[in-house]
């Protein structure tokens, strides 16, 4: 199971970046989330999305990050308007074969990361 992330980056505050993540290998990924991980921070789980498209958001993101699926299924995305310093972070594209909440540990198949650094 391979699972690759894109899109991260750095720009200033106010401004928008979208990641996007693929699966591949895993024949049916029922939930797919996104991670963040801050210098010296646990993994926190900042949005994920179940085969079904019900959607979870951590509250400090809520109206500001969307998250999608493409139409494989395979694929998930996440728009980010409105950046905040505070969300500069690594963030992580997880997999999992299992109705799970949104929680790092509940999730098998990792991606390496992506960067996203908000300036001030």
């Known amino acids: 199971v391979q699972v690759v992330e894109s899109g991260g980056g750095l720009v200033q505050a106010g401004e928008s970046l979208r990641l996007s993540c693929t699966v591949s290998?895993?024949?049916?990924?029922?939930?797919m989330g996104w991670f963040r991980q801050a210098p010296g921070k646990e993994r926190e789980g900042v949005s994920c999305?179940?085969?079904?498209?019900?959607?979870y958001y951590a509250d400090s993101v809520k109206g500001r990050f969307a998250i999608s699926r493409g139409t494989s299924k395979n694929t998930v995305y996440l728009q980010m308007n409105s950046l905040k310093p505070e969300d500069t972070a690594m963030y992580y594209c997880?997999?999992?074969?299992?109705?799970?909440?949104?929680?790092?540990?509940?999730?098998?198949?990792w991606g390496q990361g992506t960067q996203v650094t908000v300036s001030s």
């Open positions: 997880a997999a999992s074969e299992n109705n799970t909440p949104c929680r790092a540990g509940e999730f098998v198949y």
């Open positions: 999305i179940s085969w079904s498209i019900s959607t």
């Open positions: 290998g895993l024949a049916f990924p029922r939930n």
